[in-house]
């Protein structure tokens, strides 16, 4: 059974970039014909999907943040990780780390970190 | 404002039949599966439906979707008081990619 876990800053600071990665347990980040990405939810609202990162490298990202947005593996740690450049006060929210086996059948998810935005 | 149409809340009584809808296009519901997650106060969402009508090993058979042109619903029977949570819907946009609806909360009164 995948576990995944996010960790990064709690607390990032407007303009700065926000970093957040995810590690998965209990498998490989290499399985086949399975995607990895990550879904937002600001306080007290609905869920965001951010975007995802197939087996192969191939990436998909939300229009409304493509400029901002990177998502990228790292196999040798098991990890993946997410960037969002230029963080305002909008881009507050818990962040989830999901797994599955489209980029909207998410069957494995973190228990999701909250990113605030602050000077 | 959400790409996918869902109604903010429902409500029913303990074994009650609950309805949620969820409207969309023909560029997002209409030309792909639709997907359902539950999410339970304070937790991370948990799929609940994929594949329009298909449930994880572990989801109660009281949970069933469907899906008729640019709508689909999830329908829960025999409701319990453990079904008060957020519902969202979830498919891919053709044009947006992965969209979700606003959610619906359910009051199991």
């Known amino acids: 059974q995948l576990q995944l876990q996010e960790s990064g800053p709690g607390l990032v600071k407007p303009s700065e970039t926000l970093s957040l990665t995810c590690t998965v347990s209990?498998?490989?980040?290499?399985?086949?014909?399975?995607?990895w990405g990550w879904i937002r939810q600001p306080p007290g609202k609905g869920l965001e999907w951010i975007g995802n990162?197939?087996?192969?490298?191939?990436?998909y990202y939300n229009p409304s943040l493509k400029s901002r947005v990177t998502i990228s593996v790292d196999t040798s740690k098991n990890q993946f990780s997410l960037k969002v450049n230029s963080v305002t006060a909008a881009d507050t929210a818990v962040y989830f780390c999901?797994?599955?086996?489209?980029?909207?059948?998410?069957?494995?998810w973190g228990q999701g970190t909250l990113v605030t935005v602050s000077s | 404002q959400s790409v996918l149409t869902q109604p903010p809340s429902a409500s029913g009584t303990p074994g009650q039949r609950v309805t949620i809808s969820c409207s969309g296009s023909?560029?997002?519901?209409?030309?792909?599966?639709v997907y359902w997650y539950q999410q339970l106060p304070g937790t991370a969402p948990k799929l609940l439906i994929y594949?329009?009508?298909q449930r994880p090993s572990g989801v109660p058979d009281r949970f069933s979707g469907s899906k008729s042109g640019t709508s689909a619903s999830l329908a829960i029977s025999g409701l319990r008081s453990e079904d008060e949570a957020d519902y969202y819907c979830?498919?891919?946009?053709?044009?947006?990619?992965?969209?979700f609806g606003g959610g619906t909360k359910l009051t199991v009164l």
């Open positions: 999901v797994g599955g086996a489209t980029q909207i059948w998410l069957d494995n």
């Open positions: 209990g498998g490989s980040i290499s399985r086949n014909s399975y995607y």
């Open positions: 979830a498919t891919w946009d053709d044009i947006l990619s992965g969209v």
């Open positions: 990162i197939y087996y192969s490298g191939s990436t």
């Open positions: 023909s560029s997002n519901i209409g030309s792909n599966y």
């Open positions: 594949k329009n009508n």
